[in-house]
T-cell receptor
Framework: AQSVSQHNHHVILSEAASLELGCNYS??????LFWYVQYPGQHLQLLLK??????LVKGIKGFEAEFIKSKFSFNLRKPSVQWSDTAEYFC?????????????FGKGTHLIIQP | ETGVTQTPRHLVMGMTNKKSLKCEQH?????MYWYKQSAKKPLELMFV???????ENNSVPSRFSPECPNSSHLFLHLHTLQPEDSALYLC?????????????FGPGTRLTVL
């Protein structure tokens, strides 16, 4: 079965700082990778996803993530964060050949942006 | 709004009660999911339905009983729950079970078991 590891559980940054959130997964076959975000008081929503093609994917609100197959990683980046980026960020994986139809999530990273 | 609604938003129940959670999606999707979000634990997949048929039961205790009468509605029937079942229960839907399809989540039901 696949698993997802997010290295940073709490991150505090100042506005305009650069952001990188780590995500590693364990599964040797083909994977689809996702980053979801949950803003305070709101539902989970998709930030970006990778399922094929260019390993550098761009999402909403200036976020991007790079799939590095050799490192089993899918790190999330943003060059300059804003106060409104304060939220919980979840990395998730789906392995079509892994026998699971749903998503396997990491524990999440709580990001706080200080003005 | 994601097009996925859940009711009730909050539920408090005793261990001997029977209650049901409801999820409805207005997106024309064919696959629906139940997830459990507990404090300090990752979101856990519970059940998956595709075209009303259950395709996955992720070793969930029998005190949780799902029902999918059609592709737009999903229920989670609860009975004789334990305090450790207190959590946020999220419903999601996607166009298909294909792995690259985006799952759209509802706001969740916050369940407290006394």
């Amino acid at each position: 079965a696949q698993s997802v590891s997010q290295h940073n559980h709490h991150v505090i940054l100042s506005e305009a700082a650069s952001l990188e959130l780590g995500c590693n997964y364990s599964y040797g076959g083909t994977v689809n990778l996702f980053w979801y975000v949950q803003y305070p008081g709101q539902h989970l929503q998709l930030l970006l996803k990778y399922f094929s093609g260019d390993p550098l994917v761009k999402g909403i609100k200036g976020f991007e993530a790079e799939f590095i197959k050799s490192k089993f990683s899918f790190n999330l980046r943003k060059p300059s964060v804003q106060w409104s980026d304060t939220a919980e960020y979840f990395c998730a994986v789906n392995a079509p050949g892994g026998g699971a139809d749903g998503l396997t999530f990491g524990k999440g990273t709580h990001l706080i942006i200080q003005p | 709004e994601t097009g996925v609604t859940q009711t009730p938003r909050h539920l408090v129940m005793g261990m001997t009660n029977k209650k049901s959670l409801k999820c409805e999606q207005h997106l024309g999707h064919n696959a629906m999911y139940w997830y459990k979000q507990s404090a300090k634990k990752p979101l856990e997949l519970m059940f998956v339905y595709n075209f009303k048929e259950q395709t996955e039961n992720n070793s969930v205790p029998s005190r949780f009983s799902p029902e999918c009468p059609n592709s737009s509605h999903l229920f989670l029937h609860l009975h004789t729950l334990q305090p450790e079942d207190s959590a946020l229960y999220l419903c999601a839907s996607s166009q298909a079970l294909a792995g690259g399809d985006t799952q759209y989540f509802g706001p969740g039901t916050r369940l407290t078991v006394l």
